[in-house]
């Protein structure tokens, strides 16, 4: 039976804390899956947390401290003292221990680091001086490796020793007398072998693939998505086999990522979690609300060279809000497509020309079909003076969004600028303006103003 | 050394192609990795991918098939017998055969699999009758499995003769008599035990996740990655064990979710590829470009309560487009992170109050930002009375929008309904529409029309 989080089981569990009732937690929660002890212990305040937290023995406290969340997991080891992180610190994961020793300030890491064993200490401080976002900020130091010169029988004696420290084995790396890293093994292949088989005679040598520690993090994502990889090894610029990196990781930054992607396309600024302060909320939020306020500056003022004409005709100001959102949502939806074809590298060969023009065709195609149901409804609604003016303007409009929605993120990509950018927000507030001088140049026209 | 498919690289190609030159393709392509074969496939006409093609084996050949792009592959597929289909789908693991044969229209999917191997073919007839989106749909039916009785040394001679089916072995299974589900064993133990262990004796019993046939896809997802899995078994409803999943199909299930996200926030309704024809690009975009001028011409009626107003004070209609795009802003903002938290499965025990109290609390303070900052910009450009209105308008619909964006996808999300589908243009448009009010109705009150 999977374990599933219910309301009615954190209220029975808060009372029994507050009753101080261990064997509650000792029978219901210590048994359960890390991650799901995790979320048990995220819904809980600090003091429940560490009742709870203390009844685990120190390997599963390990675990469970991974799968908290971020914030959750800060304050917590902000409770701790130096030999308690330490403590915690050995029995995870390089890459994750390297990740929470990280999140500390730089005094808090020194001590943390005394207290800990040297080899231990040795292998977090290295991890520590690559940049998160690389291949070495993200691998871990834990994997199995064999030389190419040895027999079946000797590696898994060699396997059995290394793989207590290393959780989770995917693949065998095979590497010369330097540690270079020269194929793969798999735990399949050793298992059918006879004893005396050399590994040279044994592993697997041709597309192995394999990244250095300065690859970027969502280019190592890239090519173990591409080449379906549960682990990509990473060398050191000399070839030298110096970590792993595992899949769990790489699905985390896929979807942090993805994340990341949605909420720049939302006009947040930063990456923020729901349940972050006020002031760091708004400050995510200010500088593309700056950015619509500007935009809508410059339309007033494009608006405002046509203060006479709407005196005269005041209906014209009736259809502003249309042709300017329009126009906004006709940017976003091209923007959108050449965004994520850039991020995914699909037609990464066709060129700017090709994109744009079948962009302009469909901009043809949609401002056709939305002005001429304009059209109709405004000559309805108003006069067929005003239903002229909506939809040619409508029409040249859509045609323009569609226009610029996909140049300008190709553009911000050949001059290396992130394309995620320049959706949302900046690519309707621009469209806005030049929809606004359209439909008043085109109600000029029209009315002979 | 890792292949880089360059332009100059397909050039070459080509023109061999066009030679007739084997050789090339012998020397250059043939030996790289499935993955690489088909990213230069992807690039080539139908021509010339089929003389790339059919100077691979057989088994290469399943494998690039599987890793070229959907309109590619199915553009190649098309031009295939039933008999060359049939042969392809045998190469493939299950999954992957199922879902190609599933592209296929009845009759076509009839005649291949005529031309099948019986035991195929029933595999293949079983998972397609799986809705595509759930466990069923998306398990292949090759995985290693044990009975709980038997010794290590028969598991390891039965895991030879399954293993030559199995391309990747993660986690063996284990099972009862009835093949029913027990738990998992792991290589590694595997390797590290004497021959005469039962496997009863080794293998992991506990915390053992599994999923059911009809289990939702994003929830396998959701599963392997709260767990870290690379794999996961999945039972029939008497916990018979019938397929598993592995990790390279889940991320692409969670690249393809993240995309179709980003593209409904986008505006999109279908989730189209960049290379799809015109019409159905077009398809995909209308009914968000509808919606929006279905709120334009609200919006257009708002204001036409107000033509007498804006003839007397024609700069009113300045700031229109300001107060619309500033609540459409706001209000997508508003909603993405309410999205976002309800689709990571974060603070799900919050309520509903909580949230729109601390949103609301926060559109006061950017509302109190953006209408000082606006106040004190239009008094400058234009007037104070209008700057009085432009801001307090503005201080408004920055709160409302900021509440309205929390409530929908709450209240959406409430009632079974995709939020997803709340954010982008349609809280947009509404918060244009409610905003245009407020200005208007802020107008009259400030100018005491």
């Known amino acids: 039976m999977r374990f599933e989080l219910t309301k009615d089981f954190l209220t029975e569990l808060k009372e029994r804390i507050n009753e101080n009732n261990t064997a509650f937690v000792d029978q219901k929660v210590i048994h359960l899956h890390p991650a799901d002890i995790a979320e048990i212990i995220d819904e809980l305040d600090n003091v429940e947390a560490k009742f709870v937290f203390h009844q685990l023995d120190s390997e599963l406290q390990g675990e469970v401290l991974m799968e908290l969340e971020e914030e959750v997991r800060e304050k917590f080891i902000k409770s701790f003292d130096a030999k308690q992180i330490a403590d915690q610190l050995e029995n995870l994961d390089s890459d994750d221990a390297a990740d929470i020793l990280g999140e500390l300030p730089t005094e808090r890491q020194l001590e943390v680091i005394a207290q800990m064993d040297d080899d231990d200490a040795a292998d977090l401080v290295e991890l520590l001086n690559y940049d998160e976002s690389t291949a070495g900020g993200l691998m871990q130091t834990e994997y199995i490796q064999v030389n190419v010169d ?175 959102a329009m126009g906004g949502n006709v940017g976003v939806q091209s923007s959108a497509v050449v965004v994520q074809s850039l991020a995914n590298g699909t037609n990464q060969f066709s060129s700017i020309l090709t994109r744009v023009k079948k962009e302009a065709l469909l901009g043809l195609l949609n401002g056709l079909i939305c002005g001429s149901v304009i059209f109709v409804v405004t000559w309805l609604l108003e006069s067929p003076m005003l239903g002229l003016t909506v939809s040619l303007s409508l029409f040249t409009v859509i045609f323009f969004a569609a226009v610029l929605g996909t140049l300008i993120p190709l553009i911000l990509d050949k001059y290396g600028i992130d394309p995620a950018v320049a959706t949302g927000p900046f690519i309707t507030t621009m469209n806005d303006v030049v929809g606004l001088f359209i439909y008043f140049s085109m109600g000029m026209l029209v009315f002979g103003l």
Chains 1, 2 share one sequence.
Do not use: H
């Not at 898994?156 to 330097?178: M, P, S």
């Not at 700056?290 to 014209?316: C, D, H, K, R, S």
């Open 150 to 324: 040895w027999p079946v029988k000797k590696c898994i004696v060699e396997l059995r020793r290394q793989a207590e420290e290393v959780e989770k084995v995917y693949t065998i790396y095979v590497v010369d007398n330097y540690e270079k890293l020269l194929g793969v093994l798999s735990l399949k292949s050793l298992l059918f072998a006879r004893p005396t088989t050399l590994i040279k005679d044994l592993y697997q040598d041709t597309n192995i693939i394999s990244v250095t520690t300065n690859t970027d993090g969502e280019e190592v994502a890239r090519l173990m998505d591409k080449y379906d990889l549960v682990s990509i090894p990473v060398v050191d610029l000399q070839r030298k086999l110096v970590g792993r990196i595992t899949i769990d990781d790489i699905v985390d930054l896929i979807r942090e990522e993805a994340d990341k992607d949605f909420q720049m396309a939302s006009g947040l600024s930063e990456s923020v979690e729901a349940n972050a302060s006020i002031f760091r909320l708004s400050r995510a939020r200010l500088p593309w609300l700056f950015i619509g306020m500007f935009g809508g500056i410059l339309g007033a003022q494009v608006i405002g060279n046509f203060e006479i004409q709407i005196g005269q005709i005041p209906a014209l100001a009736f259809f502003i809000p249309l042709v300017a």
